[in-house]
């Protein structure tokens, strides 16, 4: 299988909460990342979390990490119209000197 | 602040044909680069990544080539477009080295159509 794996899609009201899901394989990134990419653009850095950590929050954004499950969460709160767009996860395998992408996961935020 | 460009933005060539896509950062010095690809609706693929000039290590085999000819320069190159080449392709540098949190900032993409 893939070494990054996420859900292609998620539609959700504006103002609820969105949670993107990421499963890996390999459990040797020291970092983790969330990236987002709007229509036609590159991919902008959204939070990464250290590996020693289970959750980071970063205003309306939270990262959990299961280490056991190898299992990545992103949490937006108060989820806008804005938010629509791609969002990866990415991290890095033993050895290699680039990141690893998901599939990435296409959020649509309805009015 | 660093800054990465990427060019053209959009490109469209037929078949058969050569392609030059050029990457350049400002701001810092001996970055990693990268070239990745991304298809219709579907993730990032890693094409090339690069430690130093001249030094280029190539992910997946194919019809595409890259060279560094300067430190902050990075070049995707085709002789021959296949219909299969088309995408987006994203450029992007790292700090090199251990010590510290390792994202890769990203170009804004070139999209290219094979016709």
């Known amino acids: 299988g893939e070494d990054v794996e996420q859900s292609l899609f998620l539609s959700v009201r504006e103002g609820d909460s969105s949670v993107i899901n990421c499963t890996y394989t390999?459990?040797?990134?020291?970092?983790l990342y969330w990236y987002k990419q709007e229509p036609g653009a590159g991919l902008q850095l959204l939070t990464y979390?250290?590996?020693?950590?289970d959750m980071k929050q970063d205003q309306r954004l939270t990262v959990l990490l299961n280490k056991k499950d190898k299992h990545l969460s992103l949490r937006i709160a108060d989820t806008q119209t804005g938010d629509s767009a791609i969002y990866f996860c990415?991290?890095?395998?033993?050895?290699?000197?680039?990141?690893?992408f998901g599939s990435g996961t296409r959020l649509q935020v309805q009015p | 602040s660093q800054t990465i460009h990427q060019w053209p933005a959009t490109l469209v060539q037929p078949v058969g044909s050569p392609l030059s896509l050029e990457c350049t950062v400002e701001?810092?010095?001996?970055?990693?680069l990268y070239w990745y690809r991304q298809a219709a609706g579907r993730g990032l693929q890693l094409l090339f990544y690069?430690?130093?000039?001249?030094?280029i290590s190539s992910e997946v085999p194919q019809n595409l080539s890259a060279s560094r000819p300067q430190d902050r320069q990075f070049i995707l190159s085709s002789k021959k477009l296949l219909l299969s080449d088309s995408g987006f392709y994203l450029c992007?540098?790292?700090?090199?080295?251990?010590?510290?949190?390792?994202?890769?900032?990203f170009g804004e993409g070139s999209r290219l159509t094979v016709l």
């Open positions: 390999d459990s040797s990134s020291t970092y």
């Open positions: 979390i250290f590996s020693n950590m």
């Open positions: 990415a991290g890095a395998r033993t050895g290699r000197r680039a990141l690893t």
């Open positions: 992007a540098w790292r700090t090199a080295g251990t010590g510290n949190t390792g994202e890769l900032f």
């Open positions: 701001g810092t010095s001996n970055p990693n």
């Open positions: 690069s430690i130093g000039i001249g030094q």
